[in-house]
């Protein structure tokens, strides 16, 4: 996140934005918040204290811009990724996502979501 203005989101895909080791910021953004559509990955977040840190929790609410239509589309699992960037904004949740019964839940939950599209 270092030298990455983080005050708007980025621009459209091929609006010729600097690139970050070759990826544009809507890139790695992308890249990102897809992940978080994987229990196993926000387990890993958690298990590493990152979901602790209040500059990386500042990140996760500026990732809300996700959620505005013109960003969705671009999502590959929008249910799941939308729902866990929902649930990260809750204290709770990140000190509960440490518990394999919950990564397991979340995991199924997202599994059926997922079936009924």
Known sequence: MEGIALTSPPKSPASGEPLYGG???????LEFVTLLA???????LA????????TFIAYLRY?????EPRY????????????ALELLQQED????????EIVGRLAEGFLEGSLKT
């Open 63 to 67: 990732l809300l811009y996700w959620t």
């Open 38 to 44: 994987s229990p196993p990955y926000l387990s890993y």
């Open 47 to 54: 298990t590493t204290k990152l979901l602790q840190h209040p």
């Open 93 to 100: 949740f990140r000190r509960d996502i440490l518990r394999p």
């Open 72 to 83: 969705v589309r671009y999502l590959s699992y929008p249910g799941p990724t939308l729902k």
């Open 23 to 29: 990826f544009t910021r809507f890139e790695l953004e």
